[in-house]
C-alpha cells in the first residue's frame, strides 16, 4: 500500500501527487517510470516518475485523466492509498555533457519531459525549455522548469498564454539562435513527429519518450511494441526512449488507438491541434 | 473387491454450456469414484510410475491411502513430495509422465493419478484439513527467490521446511507467475493456485510484489544484502513473434498479453475490472502448444464467433496435450494444420483485417526431431481475421541477465545452470525452470526447483 502524501489539482484533470513509495524512491533515475494500480479491479498504468526523494521514500507522479483507473486515481485524496506501485522501469536517459540541450514538452508530456531536463542541468549542460498547450489553462508544470532551464519559451495554439503557435515554431527560433546539441521532445505523437521532422533537417539528434499502452511493465508481454529503425523494439525494456527520427510514428498513433472504441484509453492529447498541421 | 473398473472418467462440464463461461471444465471426481479408480492401483512393488514423477510423488502410497478413504492423510502424502498438489493434479501432463508408465497401461488404461491427486488435494482443502508440517528450528540463513511460478514457489517451500529464512521477489501485483498470469481460470481456478501459495506463505515464506529484480535490485545487490543465497526462477517472460508485415497492426497479440488480460487482469470480467480485451469477431491463434490452446479457448468463452487454430505443422506434431486438443475440439474451435502466416493485412485505421497464410508440407525432420514445415510455392490463401493471437513460444526475458555481471548465459539467452544442483556460474546464485529451460511444464520446474532446494540447503549448511 502506498499512501499519497500530498495531491494538487495543476490544470483541468491534471494532478501532481507525491506519494510513499521508498523502494522506487532509492533507485529511480531520470527518464524511468513505475507501473501503478490504485485498486484491485484497476488496469496497470505506466507513469513517468516526475521527481523522487529517496530520503523521505517518496516519488511525485503527474496523472492526466483519460480513464477508468486515472480517473480512480485522480479521485484519491491525501492520506488514502495506492495499492500497487512497481518500478522503477525502462531505462534511465543516457545524460551527459553535450552542451545546449532543447526539451520541448507537450501538454502533459511537459511532466515527462522535466526529470530529464532536470538531470540534464545537473550534468552540467544549458538546458533550454519550450513547453506547448492548447490554451492558457493547460500550460502546466511552468515554474518548475523555469527553474532548471536557462530559456523558458511558451506556446499555445490559441494565444491565450505565451507565444500563439505550436512549440516546432519556438524550437526553430531556438535552432537559429544557437547550436543545439540535442533534443528532447515528449508529448502528443504528432508533436514529437513535427518536432523530428523539424530537427531532421537540421540533423539535431532528437529523443523521444514514448508512452504507448502498456500491460506488465517487464518485457513480458509485447503490447507496448514500437517499430524503431525498421525493427520492433519494446517500449517497457528497450525504452521508454528511442531515437525520434527512426520511430514510426504513424503506427504508434494506431496502437494508441486501440482501445478507444472500448474506453477512453489513451494518454496524450485528444484533438491535438497539431495533429491537423502534420 | 476384485471387481476390475475400467478408468474412470472426470465429469465435466458440457462443451455446449461450457463455452458461455469462465468456470473450470472437469467437476472432479466424486468419493465414489476415486475409490473406484484408486482400486485399479495394483501397488506395484517398483512403481515405474514414480520414476516418470519429475519430483518423485510417492504414487503407490497415496493411491494405497485413497484406497482406504483416508484422502486428507493421502494429500499429505503427496506433499511430502511436492507441495503444490492442486495445480500438478490439473496441469501436468500425466500422460507423459507418471501416467506413461503405468504398469497396467500396458494393456489397458493406465491408472488415473492426475486424477485421484486432484481428488485428494481438493478434499484436503475443502474440508479446510490442511495441516502445516512440523517445522525443524531456525537456521538463521535467508535466501531471496527471484519469480513466484511453480519454480520459485516449490524452492521456497522445500527451503522454510529445513528452517531457512525465505523471500520471494515478484514482479507482477499477484504471486503465482505463469499459473495467474498464463493458465485461465477453466483450466485452473485461481482461488486453487491462491490456496496453494497460502499455503507456502503458512511455511513462512515472504512474498514481496512488484518487486522487479533487475531494476528494483539487482541479484548482487541481493546477495551483498541481507541475503546468503539467490534462486532465480524469473521464467520464460519475452513473447516470441513472427517477424512478419504488419505483426504490430492493431488486434495482433502476443498470447502473453492476451493470457495476461484475460487471467491476470480480469479483462474477460470488463468493465467491472478495468482492463479491456477485444470480445468477439473472427480470432486466429498461430501455434500449436497448450498456450494456443488456452488463448483459443480463452476468445471463444470472450464470445468470439470464429476461433482458427492456425499451426504449420500436422496434427501429430502439436506439443499440446491430447486433452486440451481434445477439450477445444468439443468446443468447436477450427484447426488450420499445414499453415503459416505470411502478413498480416490491417485496415485504414491500422487494425488488423486478414491474415495472408501459406500451405506447408513436412519436409526433413529438424533439431527437435519434428518434420520440419516447408512452405508451398503458390499456395498463399487469405483468412479474414479480426484479433490474431501468436502463441510460438517465448525467449527468455533478459533483464536479470543484463543486470547480474559473470552470471553465464546461452545464445538463446537462458542462464545457464547444473541439471543436478541449479548452480550457476556464480557463488551462492541458482536458478531453475522456464529461465534455464525454455518454456517447458509446470512440473518440470517444479522439479528444478527441487532439485535446486536440496543444493541450496546444502551450500547454506557449509556442506560440500
Redesign the interface.
Known sequence: MHKIMSKKKIAEDIYKIVLEAP??AA?RKAGQFV?L?PEE????IPLTIFDSDAGKGTITIIVQVV???TK?IALLEEGETL???????GNPTHIERKGNIAVVGGGVGTAVAYPVAKAFREAGNDVIGIIGARTKELVILEDEMKAITSELLITTDDGSYGRKGFVTDALKEVIRKITVAEVLAVGPVPMMKAVCNLTKQHNIRTMVSLNPIM??G??????C???VAGK?R?TC?DGPEFDGHEVDFD?L???L???SD??K?YIGHKGCNLENKV | MKERHDRQKIPEQKPSERINNFREVPFGYTEEIALKEASRCLECKKPMCVQGCPVNVPIPDFIKLVKHGKFVEAARKIKEANSLPAICGRVCPQEDQCEKLCVIGKKGKPVAIGALERFVADYEREKGDVIIPDMPPKTGRKVAVVGSGPAGLTVAGELAKKGHEVTIFEALHKPGGVLVYGIPEFRLPKKIVESEIDYVKKLGVKIIPNAVIGKSATVAELLEGEFDAVFIGSGAGAPKFMNIPGENCVGVFSANEYLTRSNLMKAYRFPEYDTPIPMGGIVAVVGGGNVAMDSARTALRLGAGKVMIIYRRSREEMPARIDEIHHAEEEGIEFHFLVNPVEFICDEYGKVKEAECIKMKLGEPDDSGRRRPVKIDGSEFSVKVDTVIIAIGNDPNPLIQKTTPGLEVNRWGNIISEKESGKTSIEGVYAGGDIVTGAATVIEAMGAGKIAAGAIHKFLMGEK
Open positions: 523502494a522506487v533507485k507501473v494500480r479491479t484497476s488496469e496497470r480513464g477508468k483507473t480512480k495499492l500497487d506501485v512497481a518500478g522503477p522501469l500491460v506488465d517487464t518485457g513480458m508481454c509485447g503490447a511494441r514500437v517499430t520492433t519494446f525494456v503506427e498513433t494506431k496502437r488507438k486501440g482501445y472500448m474506453e484509453h
